[in-house]
């Protein structure tokens, strides 16, 4: 695609990632301030303070806390949303049915508000406002959600260091609060806000909004789908949708299964109406409702547009690129924006209002949504359509309760733990970052990892690689070692376990929570790992943090702009062992990465007296697919080159 959007002239995201060499040294060592207009201040040796007096330390603190603050904002606003209409769908002012009783049960139990008596729709109506009043509490109070799913262990170490949050918008004000002008002065303070803004990140804008998804829509169900480019078919209305919010995706899922409109379809010419994900909407509607085709995360959305095979482009909030405007003005494909948060000029506006005063009308703007993909399809430039032949099977819809049903309980798991055969368990996430090959080194940490027996959750952008790659799919165990092969195949599982969207992080979270339960042991003592090896922006810092939080390292090739203050580095490399019992691990090469995560394991798994995991596999998963396709192009007569037969394995 790249060659193809080359020679078209369209520019791409890496294009303009060039432009921008070379990068500030001051914005990547994080030693720029902009809090006021007396500067902007830069530190150097001959201006080791700003103008206000602050040295390196304050301000690569302060602005790596604005940054935390701002992945608060983020997921938290469209969480807000969901939270909004699982109370409008339970207090009757939404037509919505509730098709998550078992989580509204489970939750209900969880927060201690679970009576037989009572409804589905009551209890969801409870925990709808629980949710909420955690999102934006004013008064001082417990974090209700926090404490009800929290381990007591992490609870008692949080409460110690004094960092519990009293809500996510109050820490959002309040980290803006103290790194405006003259406010806090001291970076240490500064970092534990970020700690504060970490736990608010975790537990509302994270777990309270996936548990109101789950609530609303239900919990994540298994299936096998076909991705990448050459899932596109070209007799069909072709809808993508682009984002993170799921309250009128799932309106545009049901309003595309109509029968009167996929009459319309068919005498506008086309066979049916087809759903495309592109970011996180699209795993999100797949693990709910089934029927969407993941196609790329948010760096590769432009190449998807250059297809010129979707007829209209649904954006909503997040990770959406004012880019996207100029490559779908060069085909017909109409773009409409959802969201009062996100407008692009050029976009065609259906949308919520600012005050969700028409969330109620969800179902009508998802049918004038669907119906202008409908008119577009007959604008469909034939000569421009360009879709390689290029698609992958995968398994998807992985949950907890799902993963314990499959295997008959966590004790089955721990077993696999503790005799080796699951040498450790990482959540292998986070969206992506041109400084490093697109998406090469999300799948070299992953097939090192696999070949050394460790199991791997993923959602949001990265598990796009892993879906497009094979790392979903049963035949992935040919790349994974003995030992997973030895627990997975029996239950003809894949070696990595597609979770859905970024927020389903909290379910990598509940699963590593459910071992931990299982072992009557503490988190920060297990094989246990988050890895964000590409990630690029705020939200990624919360996330990454968030499992800090629990005890656990997490690791990545991209570094944070933290290099300009060797007191802040040390915190987010060294002291938070201390402090929380996990720290940040950067490697810029991924092979090294995933050798530091085996060892640690390995170090993990000795103080436990587990029994030590056997050697790594050989070769590669990606040279046994290369393989693959060569034997199968030579069988066929196609062209082929013999390029992998140098070997892609690190052994």
Known sequence: ??????????????????????????????????????????????????????????????????????????????????????????????????????????????????????????????????????????????????????????????????????????????????????????????????????????????????????????????????????????????????????????????????????????????????????????????????????????LGAELTLATGALDLWVADVQDVFPGIMDVAACFHTRVVTTSDSARLPGAEHIAFDHHHSNLDQADQLAERIVRRGITAYGERQEGKVFVPPASMEAEVGFSVENILQTFGGAEVLLDHLKSGRIRGVVNLVGCNNPKVVFEEAIVTVAEELIAHDVLLLTNGCAAFALLRMGFCLPEGLEGAGPGLNAALKPHDLPPVWHMGECLDNARASAFFRTIAVASEQALPALPLAFSSPEWSNEKGIGAALGFRLLGLNSYHCIAPPVAGSDKVARFFYEDTQQLLGGVMVVDQDPVALARRIVDDFDQRRARLGWTPAAPAALPRLMAINAQAAHDWAHAHGHDHTHDHEEGHHHE
């Not at 995201?13 to 990068?23: E, I, L, S, T, V």
């Not at 969480?79 to 209409?85: F, P």
């Not at 001082?140 to 007591?152: I, K, Q, S, Y």
Request: aromatic share 6%.
């Open 1 to 298: 695609m790249l060659r193809h959007l080359e020679q078209a002239g369209i520019e791409t995201p890496f294009d303009r990632f060039d432009a921008q060499k070379p990068h500030c040294g001051f914005g990547l060592n994080g030693t720029c301030c902009k809090n006021c207009h007396m500067g902007p201040c830069r530190i150097t040796p001959k201006s080791p303070r700003g103008v206000c007096g602050a040295d390196a330390h304050l301000i690569v603190a302060r602005n790596i806390l604005r940054w935390t603050a701002a992945g608060v904002a983020a997921h938290g606003a469209r969480g807000r949303e969901v939270m909004l209409a699982l109370k409008g769908a339970a207090d009757g002012s939404l037509d919505l049915p509730i098709l998550g009783p078992e989580k509204v049960a489970a939750t209900a139990k969880a927060f201690g508000i679970y009576h037989e008596t009572k409804s589905t729709e009551a209890m969801a109506g409870e925990i709808a406002l629980i949710l909420l009043e955690d999102l934006c509490r004013t008064l001082p109070g417990p974090h209700r959600t926090l404490e009800a799913t929290a381990p007591p262990e992490r609870l008692a170490k949080w409460k110690e260091l004094d960092i519990l949050p009293v809500g996510a918008y109050h820490e959002v004000f309040e980290s803006l609060h103290r790194t405006t002008t003259g406010t806090d002065g001291d970076w240490e303070n500064i970092a534990r806000q970020v700690l504060r803004c970490g736990l608010a990140f975790a537990w509302s804008s994270v777990v309270g909004s996936s548990i109101a998804m789950d609530c609303l829509y239900g919990l994540p169900k298994r299936s096998r789908i076909t991705t990448n480019l050459g899932a596109i078919t070209l007799d069909t209305v072709n809808i993508a949708v682009h984002g993170h919010s799921p309250v009128l995706v799932a309106a545009i899922v049901k309003a595309a299964r109509r029968d009167d409109l996929i009459r319309e379809a068919r005498a506008a010419g086309a066979e049916t109406i087809r759903l495309y994900g592109i970011c996180c909407s699209g795993h999100s509607a797949l693990a709910k409702f089934g029927d969407i085709t993941p196609l790329a995360n948010a």
